[in-house]
Nanobody
Framework: EVQLVESGGGLAQAGGSLRLSCTFT????????IGWFRQAPGKEREGVAA????????YYAASVKGRFAISRDSANNAVTLQMDDLKPEDTAVYYC????????????????????????WGRGTQVTVSS
């Protein structure tokens, strides 16, 4: 069973930055994709960004494109989400998730941000942005 653990959440002011990290145990079946999702109170969980291990392509939700950056540290089995120019509407619990059913984010596009494609989930980390 793949296990994922998020870290780096906290409190930031609007316009500020936070960096989230997701560390995970090894996927045994080749290429995989790691996605970041978030869930605000009273709202459904939504995809934020994803990166695939093989071709290292990325995909972002329109709401964060240009402000967030996802990257992979293959040596340490980690994926980071750099969040800049934060807004109060970014406040949510952020989850990382993994799947082997998506091997190229570029090929799958927006599908890479759909929760149902992911099989392994972390417990989440709170991000709060004050105005």
């Amino acid at each position: 069973e793949v296990q994922l653990v998020e870290s780096g959440g906290g409190l930031a002011q609007a316009g500020g930055s936070l960096r989230l990290s997701c560390t995970f145990t090894t996927f045994t079946s080749g290429d995989y994709t790691i996605g970041w999702f978030r869930q605000a109170p009273g709202k459904e969980r939504e995809g934020v960004a994803a990166i695939s291990s093989g071709d290292e392509t990325t995909y972002y939700a329109a709401s964060v494109k240009g402000r967030f950056a996802i990257s992979r540290d293959s040596a340490n089995n980690a994926v980071t989400l750099q969040m800049d120019d934060l807004k109060p509407e970014d406040t949510a619990v952020y989850y990382c998730a993994g799947t082997t059913r998506i091997t190229s984010v570029q090929a799958m596009g927006v599908i890479a941000l759909i929760t149902g494609w992911y099989d392994h989930w972390g417990r989440g980390t709170q991000v709060t942005v004050s105005s």
